[in-house]
C-alpha cells in the first residue's frame, strides 16, 4: 500500500515544477519543525552507514519496514523534505566500495548498483560495449543530479518515469539483489510489476546490473521527448539492433512512462525482425508498440498524445538505430 | 534524535560539528558555518542555486545531508576566489561579461563553472549550456552568463577573448 500511495506522491513532485508547488516545503518549515536554529525539512530518522553489503543487508533485515536504503538519494530525498516520504532510518549504502563501478565478467558487463549516471558517462569500457548506456544517461536530470544520482537507485525504485528500466528491459538486463537469506538473480524484463512495485522484497539491496555484452556492430539509440532539462519523458523509445544483408536480424525495444511500468515491446520487435527497416514495416512495428501503452493523462499531455509521442520515438530511434549499425 | 559528528573540509579548512541526520548540506552550510553564499531557491532540487563542489562534483546541497558529507571536502562560492584574495578568472568574467542582473543564481553558476571548467578547459558553447543545464536564472540572462564562462576559459587557457558575433 505504502508503494502504491508513493506513485501519487512523485506525481506532485513531478508537477511541482511546472505548478510552482515547491511552497509545499516551506509550509513544511514554517511548521516550526526546527531545532537549535537551524530548520529542517524532513522528519528525523536515524542514518547508517555500513560498510560492506552484508552490513547493509543484516541492518535492512532488522530495521523492516522502518529502514530504507539511501543511494544517490535524488528521488527518496525530495520526497522526504515534501515528508512524502518519512522512514525511521537510512541505510547510505554510499560507504560500500564494493557496489561501485563497471566491470567485464565473462560475456556481461557488470555495472556497480552505486555506479553514478556521471560514472556511466565518462566509462570507456560502456562507450566501447554498450554506448546505449552513455546515450540514455546523458538524458537523465542535469548534471549535479547525475554526478550523485546512481544507476541503482534508478532501476531499482520502480519510477515509471526514470530512464533506464526501460534501457534494461531493451539490453535483456538481469539485477544481483541480496537480502538476508542469500543473493539472487531478477531478469529486468520480470522486476517491474507496477508503479513503484517491484520484485525486491523488503530488506533486499539491489547490488550489481548484469548485461550481456551486445554484438559488435550493433545500431543503438534512446530518444527521449521531454518538456524541458530536468524532466521525466512524456515518451521515451530505446531501441538495440542488428542487421544483416540489409535486414533487421534482431531487434529490441523498450519505452519508458508511457504506462505503470517499462515496457518491452516484443511484438513490434518480432514485426520488425527480418524486414529492411522499410516505412511499411515501421508504421506497423509502431503501432504494435503504441497498442501496449496505458500512460497517464498529466502535465505532460493527454494519454492519446503521450501514446503517439511513444510511436514518434520509436520510428526516429529505429532509424537513428539504424544509421549506427556495421560500424 | 541523536546527533551525528561529522568531519569535514570546507574551503580549505577543516570543520567538525554535531548535525542532525535530517539536517540538509545547505542548511548546515548556510546555518551553522555562515556560509551563505550558495542560496536556497527552489528546494526542490531544480534551480542549482544552491550548488556547491563536494569531492570533485557539482551537487545541489539541497539534496544532500550533511552527514552524508562526512569526510567530505567541499568549496562553497566563499572558496573560489584565489588565494590572494583576487577574483577568480570565473568570477572577473561574470563581471566583465555582465554575466548577472539580480545575482541570485550567480553563486550556484560560478560554482558549477568551476567544476565544468576543471573537467573542460575548452568547451563550445553548446557544451557550456549542456553543463549548465541544472542551474537556472530567472533573470534569463544565459547570454551573458555563458560569455562570462567562455570569458573565463580564456583566461585559464591564457588566450585572449574573442566574443562571438551575433
Avoid at chain 1, 554498450?130 to 546515450?135: A, D, H, K, V
Avoid at chain 2, 544532500?64 to 572577473?92: C, K, M, P, S, Y
Avoid at chain 2, 545575482?103 to 563550445?124: D, H, V, W
Wanted: with cysteine; glycine share 10%; proline share 4%.
Amino acid at each position: 500500500m505504502a508503494r502504491q500511495r508513493a506513485y501519487g506522491i512523485a506525481d506532485r513532485i513531478g508537477a511541482a515544477s511546472l505548478n510552482g508547488v515547491p511552497t509545499i516545503s516551506r509550509v513544511n518549515c514554517e511548521s516550526g519543525v526546527c531545532e537549535g536554529g537551524v530548520p529542517v525539512i524532513p522528519a528525523a530518522f536515524s542514518y547508517h552507514r555500513p560498510k560492506s553489503v552484508q552490513e547493509a543487508v543484516a541492518l535492512l533485515a532488522e530495521l523492516g519496514e522502518n529502514g530504507r536504503a539511501l543511494a544517490g538519494g535524488h528521488s527518496l530525498i525530495p520526497m522526504m523534505k515534501l515528508r512524502l516520504a518519512s522512514p525511521g532510518n537510512l541505510v547510505d549504502l554510499a560507504g560500500i566500495d564494493e557496489l561501485k563501478g563497471v566491470r567485464v565478467d565473462g560475456n556481461d558487463i557488470v555495472i556497480g548498483a552505486m555506479t553514478t549516471q556521471h560514472e556511466l558517462i565518462v566509462s570507456n569500457l560502456l562507450a566501447d560495449k554498450i554506448p546505449l548506456i552513455r546515450e540514455t544517461s546523458l538524458q537523465i536530470a542535469d548534471p549535479q543530479v547525475r554526478y550523485l544520482g546512481t544507476v541503482g537507485g534508478n532501476v531499482a525504485n520502480g519510477d515509471p518515469g526514470n530512464d533506464m528500466p526501460a534501457v534494461m528491459l531493451c539490453l535483456g538486463a538481469s539485477y544481483s539483489v541480496t537480502g538476508k537469506s542469500g543473493e539472487r538473480r531478477i531478469a529486468a524484463r520480470e522486476f517491474y510489476q507496477g508503479a513503484y512495485l517491484t520484485a525486491l522484497e523488503t530488506g533486499e539491496v539491489l547490488t550489481t546490473v548484469h548485461i550481456p555484452a551486445p554484438a559488435a556492430g550493433h545500431g543503438w539509440a534512446y530518444e527521449k521527448l521531454k518538456r524541458k532539462v530536468g524532466d521525466y519523458a512524456t515518451a521515451a523509445a530505446a531501441v538495440m539492433l542488428t542487421m544483416k544483408g540489409g535486414r533487421v536480424e534482431n531487434c529490441s525495444i523498450g519505452l519508458t512512462n508511457v504506462a505503470d511500468t517499462p515496457l518491452w515491446a516484443q511484438e513490434a520487435a518480432k514485426i520488425l525482425t527480418g524486414s529492411a527497416l522499410d516505412v511499411v514495416t515501421i508504421k506497423k512495428a509502431v503501432a504494435a508498440a503504441e497498442v501496449i501503452t496505458s500512460p497517464a493523462s498529466d502535465a505532460r499531455g493527454p494519454a492519446q498524445y503521450r501514446t503517439k509521442m511513444a510511436g514518434v520515438m520509436l520510428a526516429r530511434a529505429l532509424e537513428h538505430a539504424k544509421s549506427r549499425t556495421g560500424g | 534524535m541523536a546527533r551525528s559528528q561529522i568531519e569535514l573540509k570546507v574551503n580549505g579548512k577543516s570543520v567538525e560539528a554535531l548535525v542532525e541526520p535530517r539536517t540538509l548540506l545547505i542548511h548546515f552550510l548556510r546555518e551553522q558555518l555562515n556560509l551563505t553564499g550558495p542560496h536556497i531557491g527552489c528546494e526542490t532540487s531544480h534551480c542549482g542555486a544552491c550548488t556547491v563542489d563536494l569531492d570533485g562534483k557539482s551537487v545541489k546541497s539541497c539534496t544532500i545531508f550533511a552527514v552524508q558529507a562526512d569526510g567530505a571536502d567541499i568549496r562553497t562560492i566563499e572558496g573560489i576566489a584565489n588565494a590572494d584574495g583576487t577574483l577568480h578568472a570565473i568570477q572577473e568574467g561574470f563581471r566583465e561579461m555582465h554575466g548577472l542582473q539580480c545575482g541570485f543564481c550567480t553563486p550556484g553558476m560560478i560554482t558549477r563553472a568551476y567544476r565544468l571548467l576543471q573537467e573542460n578547459k575548452n568547451p563550445s558553447e553548446e557544451e557550456i549550456r549542456f553543463g549548465i543545464a541544472g542551474n537556472l536564472c530567472r533573470c534569463t540572462g544565459y547570454q551573458n552568463i555563458v560569455k562570462a564562462i567562455q570569458f573565463a576559459a580564456a583566461k585559464l587557457n591564457g588566450v585572449p577573448f574573442q566574443e562571438a558575433a551575433e
